[in-house]
């Protein structure tokens, strides 16, 4: 979009911009930075009309809301990657854990030992020793 450029009453530069019949006067810095952030020409055109203070303002407010969006996006793309992270150890983990139970065998001499019990018996014959049975 092609501008003209003049001066205002105070001899700040400024871009002429026409809406119907009404000629608005943007200052230079002010638009650029206003084209920087993002902001659309229709809106700077609303704003202007409310007063170069107002459009200054909002301006400073649209680069606020902006900023607490992006923050609010890095903390949820921070979280999701964290819960990611943690889903990959639980799978992880849950792989390990059926690799050893896949590893394991029950032979017929397993099953024997396992019927009489694996745990050591301890009895005292008849000197009063302990022995193991």
Not at 29 to 45: F, W
Not at 55 to 82: M, N, P, S, T
Request: charged share 45%.
């Amino acid at each position: 979009m092609r501008l003209k450029r003049v001066k205002d009453k105070q001899g700040e530069i400024c871009f002429l911009i026409i809406d119907g019949d009404k000629e608005l006067l943007v200052p230079v810095e002010d638009y650029k930075e206003a084209v920087m952030a993002g902001i659309s020409n229709g809106t700077i055109k609303k704003q202007i009309v409310k007063g170069k203070r107002h459009f200054r303002k909002y301006i400073r407010d649209y680069e606020v809301q902006k900023g607490l969006a992006r923050l609010k996006r890095e903390d949820r793309e921070r979280e999701e990657r964290k819960r990611a992270l943690a889903e990959e150890k639980q799978r992880k983990e849950q792989e390990r854990l059926q690799m050893i139970e896949d590893a394991k065998c029950s032979s017929k001499w397993f099953q024997e030992l396992s019927k009489n019990n694996l745990v050591a018996k301890l009895k005292k014959d008849k000197y009063g020793n302990q022995q193991l049975v």
